[in-house]
């Protein structure tokens, strides 16, 4: 199954080339999807999962954390793997318990962002409600572009790290320039609609709901966005700063789970059935600036 839809692509591209489909029927009538792991180089977990993810599953892109503390092994990984459509999670803030993360640049350059100690706040509410600084946020986003093009990383793609638009005044004006200005595109501004993701559903549930997101989809373009990790004990200690985002039966087990999603037969053989074609954004890219 590793090299199946690598071989679905070029079979569906080599009809429409010959004329067995008709290019306009066949779009109007496709169902494309983005499948998005996010959190590279949180954990040292994170690399183990998302390479084998982007291997041997179904997963399309994925993205770094460059303030996270295995950033060098996801700059690492991404060099190895130059095929991959990779990204950047746009990243200001630090949400584990005793797990903390600094700012890419000298903290006291973006004092408006970090606490007294030069941490990054657990949560972007607790950030807002400081009113950060846009140039600064502007400053530390383009440092870590920076820093990870510097380290090797193919950027294909930005998006953003436990905040969403609409959040701070300013803020969807500040990715969209930044994504400009590094001409890549940001994630879901490809009008993709949300499939829903499985990360708080139960552990035993995870698959069976996944089957069921797959099957309800219907044409057009959809990103679905997971959170891939192994079971260790490094995993496991990951806790929530926010009470009502604490797992009771662990991260580690939770992002497990989401990794056997990505990589099953089940969920293969379901996109397969329901004709489904894995797209990245690179490829959509590429067909916008044709």
Not at 166 to 190: I, W
Request: proline letters at 5%; aromatic letters at 10%.
């Amino acid at each position: 199954m590793k090299n199946f839809f690598a071989i679905v692509r070029f079979i569906t591209v080599a009809l429409l080339g010959a004329g067995a489909l008709s290019p306009g029927v066949a779009q109007a009538q496709q169902i494309q999807l983005i499948v998005r792991g996010d959190d590279l180089g949180m954990t040292q977990g994170s690399l183990a999962a998302v390479e084998q993810a982007m291997n041997e599953g179904v997963m399309t892109a994925t993205s770094i954390i460059v303030p996270a503390p295995w950033f060098e092994g996801a700059a690492e990984l991404a060099r190895r793997n130059p095929r991959w459509c990779t990204g950047i999670h746009l990243c200001f803030t630090g949400e584990w318990r005793g797990y903390r993360w600094r700012p890419v640049l000298p903290w006291d350059k973006v004092r408006s962002l970090v606490d007294a100690d030069g941490f990054f706040y657990g949560s972007p509410k607790e950030l807002f409600a400081r009113q950060p600084k846009l140039e600064e946020i502007d400053a530390e986003l383009r440092a870590q572009m920076d820093l990870a093009k510097k380290k090797g990383v193919n950027i294909q793609y930005v998006d953003t790290h436990y905040f969403g638009p609409g959040e701070y005044p300013g803020l969807d004006a500040l990715v969209t320039k930044l994504a400009r200005d590094y001409r890549v595109p940001h994630s879901e501004d490809f009008g993709e609609k949300m499939m829903p993701n499985v990360y708080t559903v139960a552990i035993n549930e995870k698959l069976q709901t996944a089957l069921h997101n797959l099957e309800a989809l219907t044409p057009g373009l959809w990103l679905w966005v997971c959170h891939v990790g192994i079971d260790s004990a490094e995993q496991r200690a990951l806790i929530h700063t926010a009470p009502e985002d604490v797992f009771a039966d662990g991260v580690g087990a939770h992002r497990a789970e989401e990794l056997r999603v990505v990589t099953s037969p089940e969920v293969k053989s379901e996109i397969q059935k329901k004709g489904i074609k894995l797209v990245d954004y690179r490829e959509l890219w590429n067909q916008r600036h044709q």
